[in-house]
């Protein structure tokens, strides 16, 4: 049988940001001029099984909605919109948000450690569409070894994230941010000559829409778990710190499983009934594998 003992949110968070060092950067705020806003995009990982995961990333750019009703333009094309991102128009306007390009490992953002990528003052209005370009020095490293990691032939070296405009977290008025989660275990695909192919996945979130899970597995560091919450639409993982610390943010309300996939000697376990609401954090506490 399980022993599990119940955790604060801020008692485990706490003690985990104690334990790795957060790439969450701060910028200056930014007084609006009329006819602006600001967007803040931040970055976190949906974590695969790898040792590292360094991304290549050269910018980012939004496409914005000035019209009076940005519902007329549900039905637009917008992967069509999206490949000409210098056009301007009466009602579309496109704005490079300026991010310092690099390469971002993304291991180093999981378990609810972010960082924010770029915020930058834009045209008011519907953000409709976000896109990433995406540079050619991918990589990952599995079992201490490094391999290139490729964009596939013909496919484009960008991703496009159409939102509606409402989605986005105005903490301010006139100050939005939003957070994208990079699906590591969707985006990096191993083929059947060892060659692996990025096929970005982002999903977008905001702090307070969204719920979260957290707790910790006993004994992680001998164990290698893997967490992975599951129901009829949606699944979300963590690997937990080596302390065995875990967070999984970006949830939809609703009631969830949890399969713990254990390394051996230890057994996996399976948690059912994980009920979560936002914006508050559910606790599962100690989860202690038994061999």
């Not at 119940?6 to 009329?34: G, Q, R, Y």
């Not at 045209?123 to 964009?151: A, C, F, H, Q």
């Not at 596939?152 to 960008?158: E, F, I, R, S, T």
């Amino acid at each position: 049988m399980k022993t599990r003992k119940l955790l604060s949110f801020a008692s485990i968070m706490a003690i985990a940001v104690a334990l790795f060092v957060t790439a969450c950067n701060k910028s200056a705020s930014v007084e609006l001029a009329p006819g602006q806003q600001s967007l803040a995009l931040y970055l976190t990982d949906g974590p695969g099984l790898f040792d590292k995961v360094l991304v290549d990333i050269k910018s980012i750019k939004v496409l914005v909605d000035t019209s009076k009703n940005t519902r007329n333009h549900d039905s637009c094309n917008w992967n069509r919109m999206g490949i000409d991102d210098h056009r301007r128009d009466s009602s579309f306007v496109w704005h490079d948000l300026g991010i310092k390009a690099g390469i971002y490992d993304l291991l180093q953002l999981r378990n609810g450690t972010d960082t924010l990528l770029a915020e930058s003052n834009i045209t008011k209005g519907s953000i409709r569409l976000i896109k990433i370009e995406i540079g050619t020095n991918n990589s990952v490293m599995k079992d201490s070894i490094t391999y290139p990691v490729s964009i596939p032939l013909g496919a484009p070296n960008y991703v496009l994230i159409a939102t509606q405009g409402h989605e986005y977290d105005e903490y301010l008025p006139g100050k939005n941010r939003l957070w994208l989660d990079f699906d590591v275990a969707r985006s990096i695909v191993q083929e059947r000559n060892g060659v692996f192919y990025l096929r970005p996945v982002f999903h977008f979130f905001t702090k307070r829409t969204s719920a979260s899970i957290i707790g910790k597995i006993i004994p992680q560091r001998d164990a290698k778990a893997v967490v992975t919450v599951y129901n009829g639409t949606d699944t979300a993982y963590a690997l937990p710190t080596p302390e065995g610390y875990f967070c999984i943010r970006g949830l939809k309300d609703g009631k969830y499983s949890m399969y713990i996939n254990a390394t051996t000697p230890y057994l996996d376990s399976t948690i059912q009934n994980v009920v979560v609401a936002a914006p508050k954090e559910t606790s599962v506490g100690f989860i202690t594998l038994r061999k």
